[in-house]
């Protein structure tokens, strides 16, 4: 099965700074790429996906980059601030249903 | 347009036990998959169910069964508790391919 792997395990950046965070998938099959939002005791909600077809996607502060060939996908968020603090899940699904395999998640603090 | 909705919020069972836990979707959406989060393993999936039937299933044990209704409300049954089953446990509904997971808030199964 497929096997996500995300790093790092846990960011601290200062207000203002860029943050990265990168994954790698192992299933050549895989083709949508979605990121979670988790804050502290809410469900995880999207903020950004990107499809095995396009390389790059970006919504305001928020972009995020697939290379197919290495298998890995990257989250780039610009500018940070503090609401910006949360667990970050990047997660990998084939076209055959609603199966996403998550990798173990991102815990970003952003430092006023 | 109501969120997903999961019962109960919170469980606590004693091992050997079972327990089941519900899910409503989003209507209009008939696919559910259930996800098992735990600090250390981050999102797991469980299987995913699609206008009733089993559509996709992760690698858990036996003792985690589930099923859906004809209006996609679906239910989580887990059996012969044990303490590692501890989590929180995330249902997700969505539509027929791969798009957002829009996610409940969640049960928080507690095994003593």
């Known amino acids: 099965g497929e096997n996500v792997e995300q790093h790092p395990s846990t960011l601290s950046v200062q207000e203002g700074d860029s943050a990265v965070i990168k994954c790698t998938y192992s299933?050549?099959?895989?083709?949508?790429f979605p990121w979670y939002k988790q804050e502290l005791g809410k469900r995880p909600q999207l903020i950004i996906d990107?499809?095995?077809?396009?390389g790059e996607k970006k919504d305001q502060r928020i972009a995020v980059t697939l290379n197919k060939t290495a298998k890995h996908f990257s989250l780039h968020i610009t500018e940070t601030q503090p609401e910006d603090s949360a667990v970050y899940f990047c997660a990998a699904s084939r076209d055959t249903g609603n199966q996403f395999y998550f990798g173990t998640g991102t815990s970003l603090t952003v430092i006023p | 347009k109501a969120g997903v909705t999961q019962t109960p919020r919170y469980l606590i069972k004693t091992r050997g036990q079972q327990v089941t836990l519900s899910c409503s979707p989003i209507s209009g959406h008939r696919s559910v998959s259930w996800y098992q989060q735990t600090p250390g393993q981050g999102l797991q999936f469980l299987f995913e169910y699609f206008s009733e039937t089993q559509r996709n299933k992760g690698n858990f044990p036996g003792r985690f069964s589930g099923r859906q209704f004809s209006n996609s409300r679906s239910e989580m049954n887990v059996s012969t508790l044990e303490l590692g089953d501890s989590a929180l446990y995330l249902c997700?509904?969505?539509?027929?391919?791969?798009?957002?997971?829009?996610f409940g808030q969640g049960t928080r199964l507690t095994v003593v």
């Open positions: 997700a509904s969505g539509n027929s391919r791969p798009t957002e997971a829009f």
């Open positions: 299933d050549s099959a895989s083709n949508y």
């Open positions: 990107i499809r095995s077809n396009v």
